[in-house]
């Protein structure tokens, strides 16, 4: 059996090509317990370098054994014509959630305290600002970044509405409600977080008249997409004081360019798309493959799997 | 008895004088099932005014039937010559404890995930950052905001060492710290945040030696005295890399003076003595004198009660 042979040797384990995370990659292997060996002798490959999509076909070609294809890397566009059926092919996605929540829950707590302010005075100003602790957060998607915002959140006591296509429960959430219903879950609001994937139908999620209907304290934050949020219409609400501010991790386009009238606004603080660096990102990953080198080589489902049919 | 006759009847509770927070402090007395009436009718009096103690005197000594006596804020030094022994009196000491620990987990944050650097940019800056999540904190201080902060912090997995006086542990700690060996518990500590009293003995708790021992990515968050902090050794420590940055929410002398380098330093976020808020405080000491009120009515030990011989 197959499980019985990898139970009782060392599992072997190729990583390929060298790369900056090469290292790092190969110390997790060993810490999976896997054994590192060249690419014609592994059972299971990891593929070291995001970038380079055209040499993994003929290490493919090369060596047979090759079982499971690890990409520890959440967008695998570039590798989607080389997925097959005889292997089983792994992603990172979700692995990034968590220090993308943590950003939210550091934009979320800093709009509302005032560091819009506070971090460009340059004397003593008067008080201002709102508690998170106890308080109402709508968050926008239902994935990994916000199963891990749920979870940072749990010593703030907040009240969480999830906000999601079909208002099925969500753990930790006090309510969900449908996407189409979502004007319904922003008033009474403190913080909005965005957290949903960008597609055409949630293109502009926040428009005017989703502003409209937020508290006057409210913040934003998007750790999402720039696309999700009309531009236009969120200078207007912050002129008008419709909104307390927006926190912007993305945006729309994105670098914002240099004078764009978001970067001098006072109630807008902007992060240059950091929710997730590359250096938070390294530990992440190297988990994730140890991880899966102890489920592979004990022949259980890895994480991550590649549907080949969606192509991620 | 005591206990059964209020039992049995509304309790009669005082608040004088008018001030800003009379009708806050008047509906908490309400909702804790008191009934209002005049002092010299009641058997507890919340004091409304925290900068009126000269007009306390004569209200109690026309108002023989008062056995409580609630200051319902945090620091009563303009009181301790009115302290009896007939009488319990109370303050709200802890009450601001959580908005305080907020403020902390917030400027922890805002400083490891590069706000210094953002909240000052007019253009995408290169990425920074570094995660609190399953990071190392270490707090100075055992009381009320320490527990706060380790409440807030449960989701964060961090690991949590406390410097306390003696080194008693500490719920939710890893390990505590006796205050003589503080250097100790800096190395390896991502966030220092300081959350002690000011005494002789912690003046400068945060030195030139101790800032030596800091790691280079680590940031310090004072939401305790600016006295706890060296400013000189600071600014040093800043400039020579040594430590990530400061955020400083008092500072010494405070308010801090225009012009002074701590302003424009940029890897330094200061807000003005934000920590608790007069906004924030208002619901949390209504909340505070409700339970009073219940507990008073109840004929159970109230919370807050005030040492005569210590003052506080």
């Known amino acids: 059996m197959l499980s019985q042979k990898h139970n009782d040797h060392q599992c072997p384990i190729a990583v390929e090509p060298k790369s900056g995370r090469f290292e790092s990659l190969e110390r997790a292997v ?16 990891v593929w070291a370098d995001a970038a380079k999509p055209h040499l993994l076909k003929s290490v493919l070609d090369a060596s047979p054994k090759i079982r499971w294809v690890g990409l520890p890397f959440a967008g695998i566009e570039p590798y989607v014509p080389l997925l097959d059926t005889e292997r089983v092919w792994t992603c990172a996605r979700g692995v990034y959630a968590r220090p993308v929540a943590e950003h939210a829950v550091m934009l979320g707590l800093a709009g509302l305290r005032g560091l819009a302010t506070f971090a ?69 609001a403190d913080l909005v977080v965005l957290a949903l994937a960008l597609t055409p139908e949630t293109r502009h999620a926040i428009d005017a008249s989703e502003l409209a209907v937020m508290e006057p304290h409210s913040w934003i934050v998007n750790v999402a997409r720039g696309g999700h949020i009309n531009a236009e219409a969120l200078v207007k609400a912050l002129d008008d004081n419709r909104i307390g501010g927006a926190c912007l991790d ?43 080198v102890i489920r592979f080589s004990r022949n259980e489902p890895l994480a991550g799997v590649v549907s080949i049919q969606d192509g991620y």
Chains 1, 2 share one sequence.
């Open 250 to 292: 993305v945006t729309d386009p994105e670098p914002l360019p240099e004078g764009h009238r978001l970067w001098s606004h006072p109630k807008v603080l902007i992060t240059p798309h950091v929710g997730n660096t590359r250096e938070m990102g390294v530990p992440l990953l190297a988990a994730h493959v140890r991880e899966n």
């Open 120 to 188: 460009r005075a340059s004397r003593w100003s008067p008080p201002e600002g709102v508690n998170l602790v106890d308080g109402r957060i709508t968050v926008f998607g239902a994935g990994g970044i916000t199963t891990e915002l749920v979870g940072l959140l749990r010593g703030f006591d907040c009240e969480i509405t999830v906000v999601r296509k079909s208002p099925e429960p969500f753990a930790g959430a006090a309510r969900t409600i449908a996407y189409s219903e979502r004007a319904s879950a922003l008033p009474g």
């Open 30 to 45: 060993v810490d999976g317990g896997g054994s590192l060996v060249s690419a014609s002798d592994a059972a299971g490959l």
